[in-house]
């Protein structure tokens, strides 16, 4: 009987250092996640104020030109009135409600591209920085 005893003992302190070794590992992943998270919602506002704010910036400035060209109906400014329709388009069509689309990145691209070959026709030098500098991730 006294060896079971002792037996029972040593189980007992093995499945509490097991059962420990599982709550921390529990504790652990629960705070990871946590600090995961926190992370991944930073970034994410973070990146999706910096996308915010180029689109924003990009349209208030096509609007802006829409507004100051809109009398000038000669052939040359119908060229730059129909750029900047599209470029409105494109940003009204811009899905920034869903951070789940997939083609994200690819869309903001053709904008900036858009952007880009707006500011020319306009004769515009066009120098957005916020945009164009990476962020990148790092814990």
């Known amino acids: 009987a006294m060896a079971a005893a002792g037996s029972d003992m040593f189980d007992?302190?093995?499945?509490?250092?097991?059962?420990?070794?599982?709550?921390?590992?529990?504790?652990?992943?629960?705070?990871?996640?946590?600090?995961?998270?926190?992370?991944?919602?930073?970034?994410?506002?973070?990146?999706g104020a910096k996308v915010g704010s180029e689109i924003g910036c990009y349209l208030g400035f096509a609007l802006t030109w829409q507004?100051?060209?809109?009398?000038?109906?000669?052939?040359?400014?119908?060229?730059?009135?129909?750029?900047?329709?599209?470029?409105?388009?494109?940003?009204?069509?811009?899905?920034?409600?869903d951070p789940t689309y997939d083609k994200l990145q690819e869309d903001l691209e053709k904008i900036r591209g858009k952007f880009k070959q707006v500011c020319s026709m306009l004769n515009i030098q066009c120098d957005f920085r916020m945009g164009t500098e990476r962020s990148s991730l790092t814990f």
């Not at 000038?72 to 899905?95: H, V, W, Y």
């Open 67 to 97: 507004c100051l060209l809109q009398n000038c109906t000669d052939e040359k400014n119908g060229k730059k009135i129909r750029a900047l329709d599209s470029l409105i388009g494109m940003i009204q069509k811009f899905p920034y409600e």
């Open 12 to 47: 007992e302190i093995v499945m509490a250092e097991d059962r420990f070794h599982g709550e921390g590992y529990q504790e652990g992943y629960a705070e990871g996640s946590h600090v995961g998270v926190v992370e991944g919602r930073r970034y994410g506002s973070l990146h």
